[in-house]
Each structure stands twice: as C-alpha cells, then as structure tokens.
C-alpha cells in the first residue's frame, strides 16, 4: 500500500446488499435495479467466457 492510499476518498458501495431501502424513492430503487441488472450481466459474461475456455481445454485433452 502505497503512503498516498490514505489521500484518496473511500468510495461508497452503490448498493450493498441487505441495506434498508425504506427510505430510497422509487427513482433510486430503479437505478439500484439497473446496477444490479448490470451487474447479473457482467457475471454472465464472465461464466460464459469461463465455460469456453474450459469447453476449448477439453477437447484438447479428449483428442
């Protein structure tokens, strides 16, 4: 960790899961939604392209 780690601001989570949203208005539910959806989306991806190269791995050990 660097002597200047200290300096930069601590970046608040957008959404943390479990937090109390009773007091969120309904815009801010939906642009948690949409961080979220995002979120679901970018993990997809990930899996997807983990899938492939383990899909390319086998075959090359099958042959």
Known sequence: MSLFDEDKPIKKPSHE?????SLLSVDELKSRIAILQAEIARLDAEIA????SRNVAESLFKK
Not at 17 to 21: A, K
Not at 49 to 52: M, Y
């Open 49 to 52: 392209a983990k899938s492939s």
């Open 17 to 21: 899961i479990g937090s109390d949203i």
